[in-house]
Nanobody
Framework: QLQASGGGLVQAGGSLRLSCAVSGRTFSSGSMGWFRQAPGKERDFVAAINWSGGGTYYTDSVKGRFTISRDNAKNAVYLQMNSLKPEDTAIYYC?????????????????WGQGTQLTVSS
């Protein structure tokens, strides 16, 4: 139901946009989030957006560099990533939650995409 795409190999300082296409159902409430998981590490919160009010939330390490947005008509969510750093290297997952709060807790997300790999070279 969630399809993440847009990952790839980029040099440090570069930009990339991830997309998350939602199919099979329409999310009109709750939140959409992006999480990432580096090798040997836990899945960490990156950013989230509310479907209705459009409130956005970011983990501190990406504030000012990443922007999450949504297109309700296309049922899609995007993550624009600028000024990329090698430490951003990870598999990025999009996920859908019926909650407006707990947006940074992966346990509250019911639906998950398959992940897309981002590699940032130094």
């Amino acid at each position: 139901q969630l399809q993440a795409s847009g990952g790839g190999l980029v040099q440090a300082g570069g930009s990339l946009r991830l997309s998350c296409a939602v199919s099979g159902r329409t999310f009109s409430s709750g939140s959409m989030g992006w999480f990432r998981q580096a090798p040997g590490k836990e899945r960490d919160f990156v950013a989230a957006i509310n479907w209705s009010g459009g409130g956005t939330y970011y983990t501190d390490s990406v504030k000012g560099r990443f922007t999450i947005s949504r297109d309700n008509a296309k049922n899609a969510v995007y993550l624009q990533m600028n000024s990329l750093k090698p430490e951003d290297t990870a598999i990025y997952y999009c996920a859908a939650s019926s909650y407006y709060n707990h947006y940074d807790d992966p346990r509250f997300y019911r639906y998950w995409g398959q992940g897309t790999q981002l590699t940032v070279s130094s």
